[in-house]
């Protein structure tokens, strides 16, 4: 019943800067986070950044380069990407955080390349 739509990837050189949006729709009661982690061939999906109330937290790779939002505290969360490096290259994929479990987005990709 809950679907995460997420748009914003795509192509960006290094140093640029992107912003990606994920919208919830559905029989959403209640959200007690919003976050944006990534996901590499090989590797663990590995937290980006997350949202809960009015605290903030990133990742240390990630921080002072990258902000989360979630304007309004409502169904809608955006990470906005700048000064993006090829290690930021990845798979990322929207999360909820809800008291009857999580729900993940289709994920969208990031590729940082010259």
């Known amino acids: 019943q809950v679907q995460l739509v997420e748009s914003g990837g795509g192509l960006v050189q290094p140093g640029g800067s992107g912003k990606l949006a994920c919208a919830a729709t559905?029989?959403?009661?209640?959200?007690?986070?919003m976050a944006w982690y990534r996901q590499v061939p090989g590797k663990e999906r590995e937290l980006v950044a997350r949202?809960?109330?009015?605290?903030?937290t990133y990742a240390d790779s990630v921080k002072g380069r990258f902000i989360i939002s979630r304007p309004g505290a409502k169904n809608t969360v955006y990470l906005e990407m700048n000064n993006l490096k090829p290690e930021d290259t990845a798979v990322y994929y929207c999360?909820?955080?809800?008291?009857?479990?999580?729900?993940w987005g289709q994920g969208t990709q990031v590729t940082v390349s010259s």
């Open positions: 949202i809960m109330s009015d605290r903030k």
């Open positions: 559905g029989s959403i009661f209640s959200i007690t986070a």
């Open positions: 999360n909820i955080q809800t008291p009857y479990g999580n729900k």
